[in-house]
Nanobody, 123 residues
C-alpha cells in the first residue's frame, strides 16, 4: 500500500519560514520524481516544485522561485519543501505527489498523492 504523509504545516507570519516533509512508503522511492502542489480555498490545485529521482534536477513555479527549495533524501524515502519569506498568498493546503519518470509540473501526471498539510501565512 502506497502512502505519502505530509507534515510540517502550520501558521506563520509573513516573512517567516516553514519546512514541509513528506514521508513515502510502499513504492521504490528512487524510481519516482516527486512534486509539491498547493490548493487555496476556491482555487484549482497548482504546481509548486518538482524534483528528479536523483535530486539533481528541480523546477519551481515562478511565484515561489528563490523563496522555496525542494530536496529529497532517498535513504529516508522523504521529500522536503523549505519555504522562506512566506507571503499571505502562499496560504494553501500543500500536497506531495509521486510520478514515475521525469519531473513534471502537471498534476494529472502524478499517480500517488498525500492527504495534504495546511499552511497559513498571516500579514
Amino acid at each position: 500500500q502506497v502512502q505519502l504523509v505530509e507534515t510540517g504545516g502550520g501558521s506563520v507570519q509573513a516573512g517567516g519560514s516553514l519546512r514541509l516533509s513528506c514521508a513515502v512508503s510502499g513504492l521504490k522511492f528512487v524510481n519516482y520524481a516527486m512534486g509539491w502542489f498547493r490548493q487555496a480555498p476556491g482555487q484549482e490545485r497548482e504546481f509548486v516544485a518538482t524534483i528528479r529521482w536523483s535530486g539533481l534536477t528541480m523546477d519551481y513555479a515562478d511565484s515561489v522561485k528563490d523563496r522555496f527549495t525542494i530536496s529529497r533524501d532517498n535513504a529516508k524515502n522523504e521529500v522536503y519543501l523549505q519555504m522562506n519569506r512566506l507571503k499571505p498568498e502562499d496560504t494553501a493546503v500543500y500536497f506531495c505527489a509521486a510520478r514515475s519518470g521525469a519531473p513534471s509540473k502537471v498534476s494529472d501526471t502524478y499517480v500517488f498523492w498525500g492527504q495534504g498539510t495546511q499552511v497559513t501565512v498571516s500579514s
